[in-house]
Structures are given as structure tokens and as C-alpha cells.
């Protein structure tokens, strides 16, 4: 009996968040692009508060590989931390709204 074992190759962050200013009322977006799909639990963050998919919060994901994030109508207390995990990956960028 033979056991076939592989392990996937580690996903890479290609391109992470980048720190965004936008008006009050205007979208942010915020792109995170993988190495490669397969990647579990991602999860989007602002200020350590999960995000989900609403009318405001539109999360998405093209081929697996990149990931967006639009917060819709933004207010100034929507400034602050926005981070990206999937698995052990993270990367984080600052919101400011004016």
C-alpha cells in the first residue's frame, strides 16, 4: 500500500492592502492578491470587527486569487484598520475617511 502525501505550496501575498482616503458618502475599495487559490478562512476586518457581505460591506473574490473589499457610503467612523486574513496571511491598511 502506497500513500500518496503532498503538500500544497504556501500562498503568498502578491500585492496587499493599500492605505485608502476617500470622502464621506464615496466607496473604499481594498484588493488583496494571492499567490494561488485554495486558500481557507478568509476573513475581512475593520478595527477587529469582522466584516460580512451586506448592502454596505460587498465582499467578493475573482478566481480564487484576488480578493476586494468595497465598504459602500462610508462615514467617519468607518475610518480606521482594515485587515485581510486567509489562513496564517495577513495583511492590513488604514482607512481614512474625510
Given at each position: 500500500l502506497l500513500l500518496l502525501c503532498y503538500t500544497e505550496e504556501a500562498a503568498v501575498i502578491v500585492s496587499g492592502l493599500k492605505n485608502t482616503d476617500v470622502f464621506v458618502g464615496e466607496s473604499a475599495t481594498f484588493t488583496c492578491e494571492?499567490?494561488?487559490p485554495g486558500v481557507k478562512n478568509v476573513q475581512w476586518?475593520?478595527?477587529g470587527s469582522p466584516l460580512h457581505n451586506n448592502f454596505v460591506?460587498?465582499?467578493?473574490?475573482q478566481d480564487g486569487i484576488?480578493?476586494?473589499?468595497?465598504?459602500?457610503?462610508?462615514?467617519?467612523h468607518d475610518s480606521g484598520t482594515v485587515t485581510f486574513r486567509a489562513g496564517s496571511l495577513i495583511s492590513t491598511a488604514k482607512l481614512l475617511v474625510k
Open positions: 494571492l499567490s494561488h476586518w475593520l478595527d460591506t460587498e465582499i467578493s473574490e484576488i480578493h476586494t473589499l468595497t465598504l459602500n457610503d462610508v462615514a467617519c
